[in-house]
């Protein structure tokens, strides 16, 4: 399997690129609306693609990072950013905004599902794990809306996003409990979590607001 002890280990990797790319994406669509220059639009895509997993990384004391170990994920985004520069106008942005609700409510639940792996790896407990998927699909968006000076989307959307992460992850765990193979409490947690979101936008579900 080369660089891959497993099949497995294969599978996460592709699922972290897969969201890597998707949440990269946002990042560069998000600078592209603030009108940054080449060394913003890498800083904002970078963060969003690897806040998440970074952050996952620190509160679990995993050495080195997983974009330090697959250093070819840095070399992807900088390549993504230079083509997005040259290739990429302001009539692009809203219909790439638009398409990019379904890549993102896939890569949210890709990278709940690695982060819950990565946790119950580790022998964290069953709430810690699933919180480790949550922090890795969400928070990379997160630091993303801040550095461009806005409230985070994930929380002043009020649509579900960081819930539909939570439920993906303890329907990971509710097949791990069952002795399920690893590769299907994965694609339970990507196909949970993103299913909930795109019902979430297709019914547009609201979550409760603090009253006036």
Not at 44 to 63: I, K, M, N, P, S
Not at 160 to 166: Q, V
């Amino acid at each position: 399997m080369g660089w891959f002890e497993t099949p497995f280990e294969l599978l996460r990797y592709l699922l972290e690129v897969a969201a890597t790319i998707a949440f990269a994406l946002s990042g560069v669509i998000m600078a592209a609306r603030k009108r940054l220059d080449i060394v913003g639009v890498c800083v904002v895509a970078f963060v969003a693609a690897f806040g998440g997993g970074t952050l996952r990384d620190l509160l679990l004391d995993q050495r080195p990072f997983f974009w330090v170990r697959h250093v070819g994920f840095v070399w992807g985004i900088l390549a993504l950013c230079v083509a997005a520069m040259l290739f990429m106008r302001q009539r692009h942005f809203q219909p790439t905004e638009r398409a990019m609700l379904l890549p993102d409510a896939i890569g949210l639940g890709l990278f709940a599902a690695v982060g819950v792996d990565v946790a119950c790896a580790t022998d964290m407990p069953a709430l810690v794990a699933v919180m480790m998927g949550v922090i890795t699909g969400v928070f990379g968006g997160v630091l993303r809306d801040v550095l461009c000076n806005e409230i985070p989307q994930a929380f002043n959307d009020h649509r579900p996003y960081a819930l539909c992460a939570f439920i993906g992850g303890w329907a990971d765990i509710g097949l791990r409990q069952l002795d399920a193979p690893a590769w299907l409490t994965l694609l339970a947690c990507v196909v949970v979590t993103a299913g909930l979101r795109g019902v979430a936008l297709w019914r547009n579900w609201q979550l409760p607001v603090w009253r006036v």
